[in-house]
């Protein structure tokens, strides 16, 4: 009977990591295929965006927006109109009205077109991580730059020229499994 579980625990996980792998190329195929011509905005978030998206969906306009949860969603914007050059990398864009963002290096702000850790404050930060202290002072610091705290996002970007941030990659070994977060 333990053989027979073992077999089926190992079988269960193979299939359900085959299922989540199929479920994840059936949804891009039929973003990436289908006509949706009856869709007037489109709006992403969650994931990196592309070019192509916007071509084929960004007729009447496009918006990519990010945001950790620890900032209550969403702190960015990227607005595309009709007209508009579509950038070859899609930025997650420039900071909300309530929301102030920094791009670190060693804790000194960067540049133009340097990369650094994105720093984010705004009036919906959370409080921290419960009953997880550590990690709440590692990720919820005193702003250095002003008033209130700040949310070290473990996001590499760096801030164009027009003022939107563009998203590089993690500057730790995160990585996101069906939305959840491994560390």
């Known amino acids: 009977i333990f053989i027979l579980f073992v077999f089926w625990h190992s079988f269960s996980s193979i299939f359900s990591v085959s299922i989540f792998l199929l479920w994840g190329w059936c949804v891009k195929f039929y973003y990436t295929t289908s006509d949706l011509s009856s869709i007037n905005y489109v709006t992403t978030g969650g ?22 949860t620890e900032t209550t969603v969403i702190v960015t914007q990227w607005e595309y109109n009709p007209g508009d050059i579509i950038p070859d990398r899609i930025p997650i864009g420039r900071p909300l009205a309530n929301v102030c963002t920094y791009i670190v290096d060693n804790n000194r702000l960067c540049g133009f077109n340097i990369a650094g850790e994105l720093l984010i404050g705004c009036d919906g930060i959370s409080p921290g991580y419960v009953n997880n202290k550590e990690l709440t002072e590692k990720h919820f610091i005193k702003n250095p730059f002003g008033k209130g705290k700040l949310y070290r996002s473990g996001d590499l970007c760096r801030m164009l020229p027009d003022g939107n941030i563009e998203y590089i990659s993690r500057i730790d070994k995160q990585v996101k499994i069906r939305g959840f977060r491994i560390e």
């Open 47 to 68: 994931q990196a965006t592309n070019k192509y998206l916007v071509e084929k969906y960004g007729r009447n306009g496009y918006r990519n927006i990010y945001g950790p």
